[in-house]
């Protein structure tokens, strides 16, 4: 059996090619079983996320200024509602929203004492490294989340999540 030579435009000698013989293999195909097997899903129950996890995650999307993704162009609201001129962009009002709890959990974080709202910041990887050499990071960071809780249960924004 010979082989074509296929060359592409090559104007050189090519390299004679050694006869080769190819083995078709078939894969056995297993028998079908009689009744077909039920999957079993596991599914896990709904668990709200934690209200302090979620404001320092709008806190850090914010500081980030990611939140605002449309740059700040403003929908066509008129043509958005039922007829009468003052439709909701349903977008627009859940940014709104975390931008306000954002806002209110950063008052919140200035509020605190210098290490704690370094501690923050190092949890939510907004800071340069700990730089309080006579503090163990965990145990502050742990103050810090206690401390920013208690806060953001009596601020009048966030309240609502807790």
Not at 22 to 35: G, L, M, S, Y
Not at 41 to 54: I, K, M
Request: negative net charge.
């Amino acid at each position: 059996m010979q082989r074509e030579k296929i060359t592409l435009g090559w104007a050189g000698k090519s390299a004679p090619v050694a006869d080769i013989t190819f083995v078709e293999v078939e894969a056995v195909a297993q028998a079908a079983p009689a009744a077909p097997a039920s999957a079993v899903v596991a599914v896990t129950a709904w668990a709200d996320p934690d209200p302090l996890d979620l404001c320092l995650e709008l806190w850090a999307a914010w500081m980030a200024h990611d939140a605002d993704r449309d740059m700040g162009v403003k929908t066509m609201r008129g043509l958005s509602g039922e007829g009468d001129g003052r439709g909701v962009d349903m977008h627009e009002a859940q940014q709104a929203t975390d931008t306000r709890i954002a806002q209110a959990t950063d008052a919140m974080i200035d509020s605190m004492a210098r290490i704690h709202i370094w501690a923050i910041y190092k949890l939510c990887s907004q800071a340069t490294p700990w730089r309080f050499p006579n503090a163990v990071f965990a145990d502050v960071a742990m103050e810090a989340r206690a401390e920013l809780t208690r806060r953001l249960k009596n601020n009048v924004c966030t309240a609502v999540l807790f």
